[in-house]
């Protein structure tokens, strides 16, 4: 038994198309009395090339619609939908989707993308129309801390405020105390230096030494990178998504080793093929980024149920799943909203809003969540879920200390 869906036009990668196609083609559920299908909705950068996160997020959204699914769905026996959406990072598209949304009577929430500028300028709309927003990437800690009551976000995903701290620490336990900041000149951007600025208000150690600065699709970063360079930085601690970081790697890579120093990242690139855009310039640079989960450091049932699930969608092994952290956080926060759903016992946002600060402990796939949320906190994960992974050779994201 399986999901039915509405899919808009959008340009899916044909790795996530071909894994979704298998999914479609097991039986229906059966029908309960109320057969209407209770809608979520997905807003993302579908269309922006290279891109993989949305799609990311749509498997995991997917992989629990199906299992919830075939358990019987919510209310009774109504079936979860999706409805998805296409803002091609750009936010006016975004602030579009978000109001077209709310007029649908039975979608319950929306998944959000991975840009947080686009999620920034959405907020607004949300607030006005009550829709719930389910944070499943963007990383920008105004996201939640919105000024909103009641608040319509929940997040479980990065939280800028936790992740530049962590940065800042593997810097530091590694030796390198002497930071450059290289950052988009963006809201998420100026996220981060916010970050880094609480984060050193009363610390010696470690130390900026320069801040430099990029915008949108710039075709070269090595003069930031030599500024960085030239003010004495041991370490670039990066705020990018795929496309800069590529060109930044790439630049790296030609310069003499000497003047190579290693590369911490925001975890932007890892919705993207940055592996392909960088090339074999990528090991040629000392190259981390922070996540806040692993397949590879998955607890082993929790792991097992979802890879027999993801096994009908193509994929066989953890290696094959692109942008693991869209995929995980979407999967958990998919069971989360089914029960709140539950809880509720109707379709009405207000209640599942309620619901969802109410929820009991979970046993997801990232970790126990017990609760997920509370009326204070709409944060699903903190920071010990932190960690540092690498690409190997073969492009697969490992944990660093493996």
């Not at 509405?6 to 479609?24: D, E, K, N, P, Q």
């Not at 919830?68 to 209310?75: D, F, H, T």
């Not at 009363?202 to 500024?227: G, H, M």
């Not at 997801?364 to 944060?379: C, M, Q």
């Amino acid at each position: 038994m399986s999901l039915q869906f509405v899919h808009s036009a959008v340009a899916m990668r044909r790795h996530f198309g071909h894994a979704l196609l298998a999914l479609l083609a097991a039986p229906t559920l059966a029908l309960a009395a109320d057969n209407r299908p209770v809608l979520l909705g997905i807003d993302g950068e579908f269309g922006l090339t290279n891109s993989t996160s949305a799609q990311a997020v749509e498997l995991g959204v997917r992989l629990a619609i199906t299992e919830i699914n075939e358990a019987g769905g919510v209310l009774g026996g109504r079936p979860l939908q999706i409805v998805t959406k296409d803002h091609r990072s750009i936010p006016a598209r975004g602030i579009r989707n978000i109001k077209e949304f709310a007029e649908m009577p039975e979608l319950v929430a929306v998944f959000g993308g991975r840009f947080s500028p686009v999620v920034i300028e959405q907020l607004p709309v949300l607030k006005q129309t009550g829709l719930i927003f389910l944070a499943v990437w963007s990383a920008a800690d105004a996201i939640v801390d919105n000024g909103s009551e009641p608040n319509p976000v929940f997040r479980l995903s990065l939280r800028d405020g936790l992740a530049m701290p962590f940065m800042l620490r593997t810097a530091e336990q590694r030796g390198l105390k002497k930071v450059g900041l290289l950052l988009t000149n963006t809201v998420w951007g100026r996220s981060n230096l916010a970050a880094v600025e609480r984060y050193l208000r009363d610390r010696d150690s470690p130390k900026v030494v320069a801040t430099a600065w990029y915008n949108w699709q710039e075709q070269s970063l090595i003069a930031q990178y030599s500024k960085l360079l030239q003010a004495g930085a041991q370490v670039v601690v990066l705020v990018a998504n795929d496309d800069e970081a590529a060109v930044l790697v790439r630049e790296m890579a030609a310069l003499p080793a000497a003047q190579r120093v290693p590369v911490i990242s925001h975890w932007g690139v890892t919705g993207g093929r940055f592996v392909n855009e960088a090339g074999s310039a990528l090991q040629q640079v000392d190259f981390s980024v922070i996540q806040t989960f692993s397949f590879f450091n998955a607890r082993k049932p929790a792991l097992d149920r979802f890879m027999v699930t993801a096994a009908r969608a193509g994929i066989k092994r953890i290696e094959d799943i692109e942008s693991p952290v869209g995929v995980a956080h979407a999967y958990d926060m998919t069971h989360l909203l089914a029960k709140a759903i539950s809880l509720a016992g109707s379709t009405n946002r207000a209640a599942v809003r309620d619901a969802l600060e109410k929820l009991p402990a979970h046993d997801g796939l990232i970790k126990r969540y017990a609760p997920p949320f509370t009326p204070s906190r709409h944060e699903a994960l903190g920071p010990q879920e932190l960690l540092m992974v690498r690409y190997r050779s073969d492009g697969a994201l490992v944990p660093a200390d493996k």
